[in-house]
């Protein structure tokens, strides 16, 4: 079964500590990996795409990594600001289908 | 560059009417997605038109419809609501030039309440 699963579900940490955000999935013939930031009430918006070859991908300060070998993917985000308060989404895509994790909610605590 | 727009922003209908969202591109994009966001499903994805074609399909019944004019703008359709229906659709577009690359835009969005 075609499945994303994100943990932990949500996450509170201090400003200008860093964090580490997980992406398993079991999605089948892997096409690419995405990694959405989604603000209360807005669209979201893309950070990181990531294709079968690539196993870091790096957007300012959100780091992702990808390991298609044991199907995991993380956002690592460094030095956290207050404005990094948001939804973070991991996407897979496979064949002309995608699937979508249930996201990690972080808040940063000033 | 204006960025994806979507209206209406808001909409309250009731169970068995019909509804229709429209989607505006970023200028140049010619792929339309249409996603379903709400808090027990997190985001699904509806379809995607691309040059007025629908190019995927997500697992909607087909009271989900869409499509996409020459000028790229892409409609959604609802017939029949059920309270289930109730969310945020979300639309995106991309240039598409690469499909397993490509970055995605989203709007932001339009909350349908279903009574």
């Known amino acids: 079964k075609n499945q994303v699963e994100q943990s932990p579900q949500s996450l509170i940490i201090l400003e200008g500590k860093n964090c580490t955000l997980q992406?398993?999935?079991?999605?089948?013939?892997?096409?690419?990996l995405r990694w959405y930031k989604q603000d209360t009430g807005r669209g979201p918006v893309s950070l990181t795409i990531?294709?079968?070859?690539?196993n870091t991908k790096s957007n300012g300060r959100y780091t992702a990594t990808l390991d298609a070998d044991t199907k995991q993917s993380s956002l690592h985000i460094t030095a956290s600001q207050l404005s990094d308060s948001a939804s973070y989404i991991c996407?897979?895509?496979?064949?002309?289908?995608?699937?979508f994790g249930a996201g990690t909610r972080l808040t940063v605590k000033p | 560059k204006a960025g994806v727009t979507q209206t209406p922003r808001y909409l309250i209908k009731t169970r068995g009417q019909q509804v229709t969202l429209s989607c505006s591109p970023i200028s140049g994009h010619r792929s339309v997605s249409w996603y379903q966001q709400t808090p027990g499903q997190g985001l699904q994805f509806l379809f995607e038109?691309?040059?007025?074609?629908?190019?995927n399909k997500g697992n909607f019944p087909g009271r989900f419809s869409g499509r996409q004019f020459s000028n790229s703008r892409s409609e959604m359709n609802v017939s029949t609501l059920e309270l289930g229906d109730s969310a945020l659709y979300l639309c995106?577009?991309?240039?598409?030039?690469?499909?397993?690359?490509?970055?995605?835009?989203f709007g932001p969005g339009t909350r349908l309440t279903v009574l």
């Open positions: 990531m294709t079968f070859s690539e």
């Open positions: 038109y691309f040059s007025e074609t629908q190019r």
């Open positions: 992406c398993n999935y079991t999605v089948s013939p892997f096409s690419n």
């Open positions: 996407v897979v895509s496979f064949n002309n289908d995608m699937r």
């Open positions: 995106a577009s991309s240039r598409r030039d690469s499909p397993s690359t490509d970055t995605q835009y």
